[in-house]
């Protein structure tokens, strides 16, 4: 009887926490699902804003590459022709190098050789020419009546030049003096500058050719970035569906969970009453009433004896033998 009660406790307490349980979780549950439902949405909403973004960026990045791609195609043409230009300079620098170091500075000193003869000449032609403009009359002739005549003659030459010929050539052979020598040390740096411009050249035209390396390896990102682009996009699709979709199956899983929650609350009744009732007694079990009834003998013995089987369940006062309930009047009545 003990562990009757016992047992009917624990399926009692039990069944009530699993009830208990089962009722508070179908009404928390809809909140939960509910917020779950408002989290994800919010995470698919935010999801779809970050694959725009991505594809917008893409977008640009493609665009961008374009640029680049074009801006490098100018650069490697310039680049390239800077270097043939440089290159195409150097016969040039040559040329000037020896004008300048060897022509010009034994013109100068060609000159330089001639001046002294030149300033001598000029020296010459400075004195005549000044004798030259001196030669004239200007004078009047007296008339023997009275009154006089105007006489003027001179050769038309007016030289009178504040500096003379042939200083101004002492002058330009003194600016002379050391210019040979110095256009010749110019060889020397015409010629660094020459070696210059070619490895300058040289390296224009890497430049170049790496410059058209790298432009030929951005077009060919162009590509990707276009799958990636598509990429992005059917991804973008693919969130707006699920979020499209995912209302109406959140509200089918909150439903369905406080529905099978509710059931298996409900089911609890069943070991609740049981438990209840082995808990108070009422569920005890009583022995069916025997009887005895002799057994034929099978031999000599002493006494007969007897095997026990269970009574048949009397039958109502309100039921005669045939099994039809007797009416009211007749119950009480003699049989």
């Known amino acids: 009887m003990l562990l009757r009660r016992i047992l009917g406790f624990i399926m009692l307490l039990t069944g009530l926490a699993i009830l208990a349980l089962a009722f508070t979780g179908a009404y928390f549950a809809g909140d939960v699902l509910g ?42 043409a310039a680049t390239a022709n800077a270097g043939q230009t440089l290159d195409g300079s150097r016969p040039l620098l040559d040329n000037v190098t020896a004008v300048t170091t060897q022509e010009v500075p034994e013109a100068v000193e060609g000159i330089q050789t001639a001046l002294p003869n030149m300033i001598q000449v000029a020296s010459v032609i400075d004195r005549t020419l000044t004798t030259l403009s001196s030669v004239g009359i200007d004078r009047e002739i007296p008339l023997p009546f009275g009154g006089s005549i105007p006489l003027q003659f001179d050769l038309g030459i007016d030289y009178n030049p504040e500096t003379s010929f042939d200083d101004s050539l002492r002058v330009f052979e003194a600016s002379l003096t050391g210019l040979p020598e110095s256009l010749r040390g110019l060889e020397d740096d015409l010629q660094a500058t020459n070696a210059n411009l070619a490895t300058l050249a040289t390296d224009l035209q890497a430049t170049s050719d790496n410059l058209t390396l790298i432009n030929t390896r951005m077009g060919e990102m162009a590509p990707l970035m276009d799958q990636y682009t598509s990429l992005v996009d059917e991804l973008s699709r693919t969130v707006t569906q699920v979020e499209a979709d995912l209302g109406d199956r959140l509200n089918v899983l909150r439903f369905g969970t406080i529905g099978l929650l509710i059931a298996v609350g409900l089911s609890q009744l069943a070991p609740i009453y049981l438990g209840w009732e082995l808990l108070t007694g009422h569920r005890t079990p009583q022995s069916p009433p025997v009887l005895l009834t002799p057994v034929a003998p099978v031999a000599v013995v002493a006494a007969p004896t007897y095997s026990a089987i269970p009574a048949e369940p009397a039958v109502p006062s309100s039921i005669d033998a045939t099994g039809v309930e007797l009416p009211e009047n007749e119950k009480n009545g003699p049989i």
């Open 35 to 76: 917020s779950l439902s408002d989290g994800l949405t919010n995470s698919l909403a935010l999801a779809t804003q970050s694959l725009d973004a991505a594809r917008d960026t893409l977008a640009l990045a493609r665009d961008t590459l374009n640029d680049v791609n074009g801006g490098l195609g100018t650069a490697v």
